[in-house]
């Protein structure tokens, strides 16, 4: 009968209901997840989540059970008068307005608690990075190491990292889920954020992104995280410190300790060759060109991020718009790519150190960018392939990206000129590739 209440029905729709929750729990791994415990920003966060979430949850029952009791108990019977008019109860008013203040004070507590811990100084020994938000990609930069890089971001286990987060253009904000944020890149003032990632933590990949819509690129303005150990995150920083390396060569051959040589080399001189201890004269040094680290090339290992971390690898296709000669990559040439790099409009944008080419800073710098994971503010991956394409029309590749279009010929898709002068045709764009992927 219409209108009769069933509890059996109610029951099932109950069943069903929590049946379809736990499922939509049941996914797998989430390698974005903020629920992991890697720093005490994230522990600090998800500790206040689970409080709320327990004592919204014992809310949310009670008024439930109340509300349940209420209908059964003054649900409407055959027969009965005109239920007692509660009006002008000052008792039950005071009581329905006391039982919400007494929980948003419950609630208030563990918050602003919170809210002071995260929001005080870092520790004066943090680590200072630098955080600018561009449209659309990533700079960073580490003022106590000078160090500046793009898209990619290294930090060490067990040590405290303050964010310094400026935004040259329209408002970004940087997040990174399982590690901590997020925090608002604001026009015209610095905000704030540190955390430490746990001292235990093994090395380890994340993705970060921008959390606050800024163009039609928002979803493509990506990073990287490399999370690594002390040891490892010097090595790293030993290897970013060093300028440009051209072309990339083999670490020196190791020599004997105790020798003049031998410190010079481990200090980043020259390696000299001595003569015996018979009486002889030392050999007279040959001149060494600029083609020799001081120390290795140091980034966070191929086969780690291929076999536990294929959440990083980007899966973007190359777009049908435009097309590459391909077969100009197996000729290229990186000296003759330097030789147009250096007459191209690039130098106008990239900064490349140890150069002539390290004038400018509007893109993002090059000095290493061929020891990066990722091109196109973690759009691509790097490889010759992906690179070429991007060079030719940057905006083909990224809707909206302020990279102009490199190929000769094409149509800018932003300012929808054709390229003319200054355009590259696609053997130059090959070396170029070549001269950039030496750039270790």
Same mark, same amino acid.
């Given at each position: ?189 610095? =905000? ?14 994340? =993705? ?105 690898? #980007? ?45 400018? =800073? ?41 990279? #102009? ?14 390229? =003319? ?20």
């Amino acid at each position: 009968m219409v209108g009769t209440f069933r509890p059996r029905r109610l029951a099932s729709a109950a069943l069903l209901g929590a049946l379809a929750l736990g499922l939509a729990a049941c996914g797998g791994e989430y390698p974005n997840s903020t629920f992991n415990h890697t720093t005490d920003f994230n522990a600090d966060i998800d500790a206040l989540w689970d409080k709320l979430l327990f004592w919204g949850t014992v809310v949310f029952i009670g008024v439930e059970v109340a509300l349940v009791y209420t209908i059964f108990r003054f649900r409407q019977r055959a027969g009965a008068g005109k239920p007692k008019q509660v009006h002008g109860n000052t008792a039950l008013e005071i009581t329905w307005t006391a039982i919400p203040a007494v929980i948003l004070i419950f609630i208030a507590i563990p918050t602003v608690r919170t809210i002071f811990k995260t929001q005080a100084k870092a520790a004066p020994d943090a680590l200072q990075v630098e955080v600018i938000g561009h449209q659309w990609w990533w700079e960073f930069k580490y003022p106590q190491l000078g160090i500046t890089t793009a898209n990619e971001l290294y930090l060490p286990n067990g040590r405290t990292v303050s964010f310094q987060l400026k935004t040259i253009d329209v408002l970004h904000s940087f997040w990174i889920p399982q590690l901590g944020g997020k925090r608002d890149l604001i026009t015209n003032r610095t =905000n704030y954020l540190w955390f430490t990632p746990n001292a235990d933590l093994p090395s380890s990949a994340w =993705n970060g992104f921008c959390a606050e819509f800024c163009g039609p690129s928002h979803a493509n303005m990506r990073f990287r995280v490399f999370t690594v150990t002390p040891q490892e995150f010097e090595q790293w920083a030993a290897h970013q410190k060093q300028n440009a390396i051209f072309p990339a060569a083999a670490p020196a051959p190791a020599l004997p300790t105790g020798t003049a040589a031998a410190s010079g080399a481990a200090a980043g001189g020259t390696p000299v060759v001595l003569a015996s201890n018979t009486g002889a004269q030392p050999a007279t040094p040959a001149p060494v060109a600029d083609v020799q680290p001081a120390v290795p090339v140091w980034t966070f290992p191929k086969e780690k991020v291929e076999g536990e971390f294929k959440h990083i690898i #980007p899966t973007a296709k190359l777009p049908t718009t435009i097309s590459f000669d391909e077969s100009l990559l197996a000729q290229a040439d990186a000296e003759r790519g330097r030789d147009k790099y250096s007459k191209s409009t690039c130098i106008g944008c990239h900064a490349i150190g140890g150069t002539p080419f390290n004038m400018a =800073n509007i893109g993002p710098n090059l000095t290493h960018v061929g020891s990066r994971y990722t091109i196109g503010a973690g759009l691509y991956p790097n490889d010759a392939k992906h690179l070429a394409y991007w060079i030719k029309s940057a905006g083909h590749m990224k809707p909206g990206s302020l990279m #102009p279009t490199m190929g000769k010929g094409l149509t800018d898709p932003v300012r929808k000129n054709v390229v =003319n002068v200054g355009g590259l045709t696609d053997a130059d764009i090959a070396d170029i590739v070549a001269y950039l992927q030496a750039l270790k």
